[in-house]
């Protein structure tokens, strides 16, 4: 059976309402950026030696994150940090972080997986309060018993 596009519409915004999606998406691109600068044809990879390594390895790791914060949204403030972290260290350590580019992005993805909440079911409304319970008419005893 095939759902109509009005379906597959909905599902896809529910699926997509209910995770980071944004926030993993620029973690996505970002890693995108920074793994791919580095590889560059194999003449040029040879002479870059080993200093191309951690930009891939840091471009992989942020991939991961953005696809955890999609697929297993409790763990996104940690996965949020994370990119943020290591979208800071790609700045020093991976060709200015792909040009700034793949840093920011990567701040900006962790920032958002960090800062996202899942949204609440919305409440049924409160009954009404009961009123509160009128005073009996009777005579005030002494709680000592002094008057018997």
Request: proline share 11%.
């Amino acid at each position: 059976m095939f759902l109509s596009r009005r379906g597959r519409w909905s599902r896809w915004r529910r699926w997509r309402r209910a995770r980071p999606f944004w926030g993993g998406l620029f973690a996505v691109l970002a890693g995108a950026w920074i793994c791919v600068l580095p590889l560059a044809p194999l003449k040029i990879m040879l002479q870059q030696g080993v200093a191309g390594i951690p930009s891939v390895l840091m471009g992989v790791v942020m991939i991961v994150l953005g696809l955890t914060a999609w697929f297993s949204p409790a763990q996104r403030s940690l996965a949020g940090v994370l990119t943020t972290v290591i979208a800071t260290a790609a700045l020093v350590l991976s060709n200015l972080g792909g040009f700034l580019i793949g840093t920011l992005l990567g701040i900006l993805g962790g920032g958002l997986m960090f800062a996202w909440q899942p949204s609440r079911a919305p409440r049924a409304p409160a009954p009404a309060p009961a009123p509160p319970p009128q005073p009996s008419p009777t005579v005030h005893q002494d709680p000592q018993g002094a008057q018997s």
